[in-house]
């Protein structure tokens, strides 16, 4: 089994090295690098941008470990976005509800709507038996169009107006890491993962000793559209709008979640690496072509997507499990 580390160990190698070549040539490239690289412009886009991609793969991980494929993150994504901008508004920034203030509860409209589409896929998935790529992309789908549409009825427009206000990016930063913690620790050291595992290793066996393989399954699904529901809704709040031009602001992001747990294996810890890494490249890009080097926008814009093959050629085989994306008939 890959070493979830590895990348993380790699990826602070290659940022140790090119801090010393900044510090030993400031006035070159390596130089002109670094101070991008090393700038808290750059760490506070990287926190903003992780924070779905992330939160998004650990959702993602569950679904899949339970045997279910939700490639349906990137609609949870964006309509966890959209929900909670929307619901802040509606309460108005500076006041609160039950005490509780508008961005707070726009932040749980955000989860609740994640996890009312994810339960909707569930439903699809295991108790209709549809074809679970097919009912994701459909999710996926669903809130591309539906989200701006609902910002378009209720502000005038595809993109809301500005809040006025937003959550910090540390308060990103601190659910991340939360987040990744507690699905390492449910995983690991539970008798809910394990059951997890097993409904999507082998259901069978797991039906054999009087565990409900649908149940299992459904949890599994529910918690990768609360996890999404943090993710877009910390990517929304942290800027205050929602933007629903084009691929609305998520932007991919679920996609390469799914990306982002493959390569971390299926283990927390690998996916908050190879999400961190993505979403600092992503900000890199951006001040890239602040240099002025007459390197083209657009082979910067690629960089990204370059690492991520590079990385995918060198991290190894993932392990998918073996019942995922299959149906199953309990034998009661």
């Known amino acids: 089994m890959r070493n979830p580390l590895s990348l993380i160990v790699g990826t602070v190698g290659v940022l140790a090295l090119l801090g010393i070549l900044g510090l030993a040539f400031p006035e070159s490239v390596a130089g002109d690098l670094a101070g991008i690289v090393f700038s808290t412009s750059t760490a506070t886009s990287t926190a ?8 998004a793969g650990l959702g993602g991980i569950f679904a899949e470990k339970s045997g279910v494929i939700n ?3 990137e609609g949870l994504l964006i309509i966890s976005a959209f929900v909670s901008v929307y619901a802040a508004s509606v309460v108005e920034i500076g006041s609160t ?3 509780v203030p508008a961005l707070a509860v726009g932040f749980l409209a ?4 994640s996890t009312l589409l994810s339960a909707v896929f569930a439903v ?3 108790e209709f038996k549809a074809d679970q790529i097919i009912a994701g992309l459909a999710i996926w789908l669903i809130a591309l169009g539906l989200a701006p549409f609902m910002s378009t009825v209720f502000f005038g427009g595809v993109n809301t107006p500005n809040l006025g206000a937003s959550v910090g990016w540390r308060y990103s930063a601190a659910l991340v890491l939360l987040a990744t913690v507690g699905s390492w620790w449910l995983l690991n050291q539970t008798a809910f993962g394990k059951h997890l595992r097993a409904a999507g ?5 797991l039906d054999t000793v009087g565990v409900s393989v649908s149940k299992v399954r459904y949890a599994g699904v529910l918690l990768s559209g609360v996890l999404s529901g943090v993710g877009g809704s910390a990517l929304a709040l942290s800027i205050g709008q ?3 031009s084009g691929e ?3 932007q991919g992001k679920g996609f390469i979640a799914i990306v982002v747990y493959l390569f971390g294996n299926y283990n927390p810890i690998g996916a908050l690496g190879a999400g961190t890494l993505f979403a600092g490249l992503q900000a890199l890009q951006t001040r890239l072509q602040q240099l002025g080097y007459g390197i083209p926008s657009s082979l910067v814009e690629t960089i990204p997507y370059v690492a991520v093959i590079v990385v995918l050629a060198f991290v190894g085989r993932t392990q998918i499990p073996e019942a995922a994306g299959e149906h199953y008939e309990t034998e009661e």
């Open 71 to 73: 490639i349906g993150l």
């Open 97 to 99: 509800v039950f005490g």
């Open 242 to 244: 929602f933007v629903g």
């Open 124 to 126: 699809v998935c295991i």
């Open 110 to 113: 955000g989860i609740a709507a």
């Open 201 to 205: 290793e082998n259901p069978k066996a």
């Open 248 to 250: 609305t602001m998520v």
């Open 48 to 55: 903003r941008l992780a924070a779905p991609i992330v939160l």
